[in-house]
């Protein structure tokens, strides 16, 4: 695959979200055990440093501005929640996830909820200071892009 409008293939790889907690134990159980991200490999050293990497299926940025995300949290909460960075996992079912996830200790911002883009999509607080949404795809992406509002920049 190339970058468009460049015959050049990409350069990155993979993308890493590194997050500090001041928990280690507790957000390594949320995420790793709770919401199920497969450890890929682990490592620690002097003054009990220790980092865990976790999969978390294909990575994208998804970079939108202010009004976008004004808009997403009336959408999804009804009311303005995120901070500047969010977290969002697609998952196989928002219900089920999203109540396994308040077990282990997070909070709901807001319920699963249907959005205009055809996702059900939850908001909870987590461990290590993140916001995050879980959401489910109601469609496929040819779908979606017949909706109104819906393409590609490109």
């Known amino acids: 695959m190339t970058v468009p409008g460049n015959d050049q293939p990409p350069t990155v790889r993979q993308l890493r979200l590194v997050v ?10 949320f995420f ?3 919401l199920g991200l497969p450890e890929q490999a682990a490592y620690s050293g002097d003054g009990d440093a220790r980092v865990v990497i976790l999969e978390a299926g294909r990575a994208t940025l998804e970079l939108a501005n202010p009004a976008q995300k004004r808009m997403i949290d009336e959408v999804e909460v009804g009311r ?3 901070p500047r960075l ?14 396994r996830l308040v077990a282990a200790g997070a909070t709901v911002v807001a319920p699963p909820t ?3 883009w055809r996702s059900l999509n939850a908001r909870l607080d ?8 879980v959401f489910q795809e109601l469609c496929d992406p040819a779908e979606r892009a017949a909706l109104d509002g819906f393409g590609t920049d490109a």
Do not use: C, K
């Open 20 to 29: 500090e907690a001041d928990d280690y134990d507790a957000a390594v159980a």
């Open 32 to 34: 790793r055990d709770a």
């Open 80 to 82: 303005q929640v995120a």
């Open 86 to 99: 969010r977290v969002a996992f697609e998952v196989e079912d928002s219900r089920a996830v999203t109540e």
């Open 114 to 116: 249907v959005t205009p």
């Open 126 to 133: 987590a461990p290590a200071g993140l916001h995050l949404t």
